[in-house]
């Protein structure tokens, strides 16, 4: 499934980091309210050049559960950018977190 988000196509999401591929991208992660209306909201948002790597092994892991624990499930969404430079993946970083209040950086 793609939707947009911010302006950019993401593939997802995903209801863990084992189903993406380790290439170039951008991932969200979301947290999918169970409680109210079954809406996706934004924790984080990062880039990589091997996103699943990167997505399992995120320093944020932590600040990812503990926003969404007891709220919700985890979710995540790429957005592979396999011919980008890691200054391109990292000005559509910015630009997410200049739209959106991103509780996890």
């Known amino acids: 499934m793609f939707f947009k988000f911010a302006d950019y196509t993401f593939e997802g999401p ?21 409680k109210e209306d079954g809406k996706y909201y934004l924790l984080d948002v990062a880039e990589s050049g091997q996103l699943q790597q990167h997505a399992m092994n995120s320093e944020n892991k932590v600040g990812w559960m503990k926003n969404c624990h007891g709220v919700g499930t985890l979710a995540i969404a ?26 996890c950086k």
């Open 14 to 34: 995903y209801a863990s980091a084992r189903f993406l591929f380790n290439k170039p991208g951008v991932y969200v992660v979301l947290c999918k309210d169970i």
């Open 78 to 103: 790429v957005n592979y950018m396999e011919r980008s430079q890691q200054i391109e993946r990292e000005k559509i970083v910015k630009h997410i977190r200049s739209l959106y209040d991103v509780p």
